[in-house]
């Protein structure tokens, strides 16, 4: 499986950190994008979705890094990849 990395500055600790997407990628995916799964998508708790999905953490501090920010706030690394909130 082929992953896409960007930067995005974790929003407990603040530092710089490694977030990554993949093909067929959806919010709060809920199936495990298992072949070469990078160390820091794991399956996470969220409070803005309610529930558990695969969703990238915080290289540092471990901390989630929702897919809400990643995904569909304008300044998100991924902003733009026709996902949206209602998908």
Request: aromatic share 16%; with cysteine; charged share 25%.
């Amino acid at each position: 499986m082929t992953y896409e990395a960007a930067k995005a500055k974790c929003w407990k600790c603040g530092l710089e950190t490694v977030v990554y997407t993949w093909p067929d990628h959806s919010l709060f995916p809920e199936i495990s994008p298992e072949k070469g799964r990078p160390e820091t998508v794991r399956w996470m708790w969220s409070h803005t979705a309610g529930s558990r999905y695969w969703a990238n953490s915080c290289q540092h501090c471990g901390v989630i890094q929702g897919d809400f920010y990643l995904y569909c706030e304008p300044d998100g690394p991924f902003a733009g990849r026709g996902l949206d909130f209602e998908d």
